[in-house]
């Protein structure tokens, strides 16, 4: 089971993320953990989770925030066909 936000989402874990940030269960939604690709954000894009990633805008993830490779969730939606989240 899934212990944050970031692994919930990327565990595939949607509901949990959601109760998670409906309830205001995180520290930093902007978080870098060293095992996972990037932010909350970031791994939502790359996932294609459209609602997930809206409902992470609300409670205002960074869009800027880049990974250890200098990508942000914009790249991982773009490099993964996710064009609906690039809108």
């Known amino acids: 089971m899934a212990h944050n936000l970031v692994d ?3 565990s595939g874990d949607i509901d949990l993320a959601k109760d ?4 205001g269960m ?3 939604i902007d978080s870098l953990p060293a095992n996972r690709p990037g932010t909350a ?3 939502c894009c790359i996932r ?13 993830a960074d869009v ?3 990974n250890e490779t200098l990508a942000t969730p914009l ?3 773009v490099d993964n066909g996710h064009l609906e989240l690039v809108k």
């Open 8 to 10: 919930a989402i990327c």
């Open 20 to 23: 998670i940030l409906i309830r």
């Open 26 to 28: 995180y520290a930093d």
């Open 41 to 43: 954000l970031f791994c």
């Open 48 to 60: 294609g989770y459209l609602p997930l990633g809206a409902l992470l805008l609300e409670r205002h």
């Open 64 to 66: 800027d925030c880049k």
């Open 75 to 77: 790249h991982g939606a």
